[in-house]
């Protein structure tokens, strides 16, 4: 599966930005699908991830409340609604996908990923 990320760019603290994964290839809907990110030194890190059907989701605990991650099958697109973004939220934002059902905040276990879009969020 190829997957595109976009929907990234400056918006400033407070704000609120929406990321779309939009996937082609193999069956979208076979994937688990998660958005991790990475600033500038540091390790990739799990963001938010989404069951098959969409029906079960994960947060890390510094996105959660503000975060919210969807998915439309019908569209191969998994969504990333951020809100209330901090400056500590700036990074390069990847979507990646997976047909594991555990361990699915280790970005090891992900086989697919996008290119990556940038998010900055200015104080």
């Known amino acids: 599966v190829q997957l595109q990320a976009s929907g990234g760019g400056l918006v400033q603290a407070g704000g609120s930005l929406r990321l779309s994964c939009a996937a082609s290839?193999?069956?979208?809907?076979?994937?688990?699908m998660g958005w991790f990110r990475q600033a500038p030194g540091k390790e990739r890190e799990f963001v938010a991830h989404?069951?098959?059907?969409?029906?079960?989701?994960g947060y890390a605990d510094s996105v959660k409340g503000r975060f919210t991650i969807s998915r439309d099958n019908a569209k191969n697109t998994v969504y990333l609604q951020m809100n209330s973004l901090k400056v500590e939220d700036t990074a390069a934002y990847y979507c990646?996908?997976?047909?594991?059902?555990?361990?699915?905040?280790?970005?090891?276990?992900?086989?697919?990923w996008g290119q990556g879009t940038l998010v900055t969020v200015s104080s």
């Open positions: 990646g996908a997976t047909t594991q059902y555990m361990r699915v905040r280790n970005p090891i276990e992900y086989d697919y």
């Open positions: 989404i069951s098959l059907s969409g029906g079960s989701t």
């Open positions: 290839g193999r069956t979208f809907s076979s994937y688990v």
